[in-house]
Nanobody, 128 residues
């Protein structure tokens, strides 16, 4: 099993920045691609960003491209999401997720069902 713990959420004004972190523990050797998802009240959980096991591939949902950067440190079993120019519509609970299936060093998924491990989430609130 892998345990994921997010941190770094909070209240920020529109235009501001936040850095979310995800710390993994447990059987991290069975953790491959990782991703960030978010869920706003009344909405489905949606993909925000992902990064392959190697770190060589990243992907972002269109609405955050150019504003967010995902990174990971496999030696420290951590993943981060740097978010800039935050908008009110970025407000949501942000979840860290990890894929337990080896699909190659550059693979990353954007579907919820491709991820096996989930953190409990961290709240991001952007005020106008």
């Amino acid at each position: 099993q892998v345990q994921l713990v997010e941190s770094g959420g909070g209240l920020v004004q529109a235009g501001g920045s936040l850095r979310l972190s995800c710390a993994a523990s447990g059987r991290t050797g069975s953790m491959y691609a990782m991703g960030w998802f978010r869920q706003a009240p009344g909405k489905e959980r949606e993909f925000v960003a992902g990064i392959s096991r190697s770190g060589g591939s990243t992907d972002y949902t269109q609405s955050v491209k150019g504003r967010c950067t995902v990174s990971r440190d496999n030696a420290k079993n951590t993943m981060s999401l740097e978010m800039n120019s935050l908008k009110v519509e970025d407000s949501a609970v942000y979840y860290c997720a990890a894929d337990a299936t080896w699909r190659g060093p550059y693979y990353l998924g954007s579907r919820r069902d491709e991820y096996d491990y989930w953190g409990q989430g961290t709240q991001v609130t952007v005020s106008s």
